[in-house]
């Protein structure tokens, strides 16, 4: 179930599902795996679910990501 609620300014805790995350701590960003870079909660579209975190774009997924995966 998507659960947005308030945003502190500081990095959020997410849990990632399948198509949706929860949050666990809310924040108004998380940050990149790969890069490093705070992705805005509203623009995060890239995730891992079996890894639980995020990626900026499909580029720093696809790093991260074993082929096939």
Known sequence: ?????GNS???ARLHYGDNDY???SPGSF???????????LGALR??????QE???DAEAAAQRLPPGG
């Open 46 to 51: 890239y995730w891992s679910v079996d890894l």
């Open 9 to 11: 300014g500081g990095e």
């Open 54 to 56: 995020a990626y900026w």
């Open 1 to 5: 179930m998507l659960t947005r609620s």
């Open 22 to 24: 929860d949050i666990l």
């Open 30 to 40: 998380v940050a990149c795996a790969v890069t490093g870079r705070p992705i805005p």
